[in-house]
């Protein structure tokens, strides 16, 4: 992180920016470009129950801890909100949210849409943005060609694209929809958002 001045927009100081949408949508694609280019942004790193696969780093993309861990920690009120997809749980700890947040940084969470209500209810000022892909064929094609899913896996995920759509509609929680055709050209759009909604804050 840089030692810019804090951002505005949450009463502790940071701002947090909630990426969601369906899988292969491209949400992770664009909140490492997001990352790359805010100043005093940091990721916010899940814990969760799903196996680890090809790319992921423990730690950094994700903590993987059993099931018995995480109930337990859910049970502790550890998590800011936390979720179950496609038959595993994922949460997001909620102290290191809290202090980066009193830091004054842009602390980005990319969690599914139940996570992304559960957000909208306990932080309020937080951004809530959802990524949508142009078609279902595109979502089919990115999740096939990221090659990190069983077939089993990859059909459930295309399962549920649209009912995640539909309940990120029905609930109103998300203030911007982006369609993430051309990659570059939804970064530009998501960082738009982003700081035209830090100015207006
Ligand atoms: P998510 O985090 O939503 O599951 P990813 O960021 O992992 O999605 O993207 C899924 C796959 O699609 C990745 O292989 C990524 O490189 C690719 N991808 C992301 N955005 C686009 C895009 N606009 N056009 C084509 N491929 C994309
Ligand atoms: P994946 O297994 O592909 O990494 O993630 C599956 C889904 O879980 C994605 O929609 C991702 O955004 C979501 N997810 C990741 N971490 C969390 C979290 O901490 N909480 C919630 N609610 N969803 C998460």
Redesign the pocket.
Known sequence: MSSSRPVSGDPAGGRLIVIS????????????AILAQLPRATWSVSATTRPQRPGDVPGESYEFITREEFDRREAAGEFLESAEYVGHRYGTPRKAVERALADGCYVVL?IDVQGGIQVAAAMPNSLRIF?MP?NHE?LR???E????EAAEQLAKRLGQADGEIAIARDSHCYHRFVV????DT?IDEVMQIVLKEHLQT
């Open positions: 949408g369906p899988s292969g949508a491209g949400k992770t694609s664009i909140c490492k990319e990524i142009p595109s094609a990115r999740l060609g990221r090659n990190t993430n055709d051309v990659l939804t």
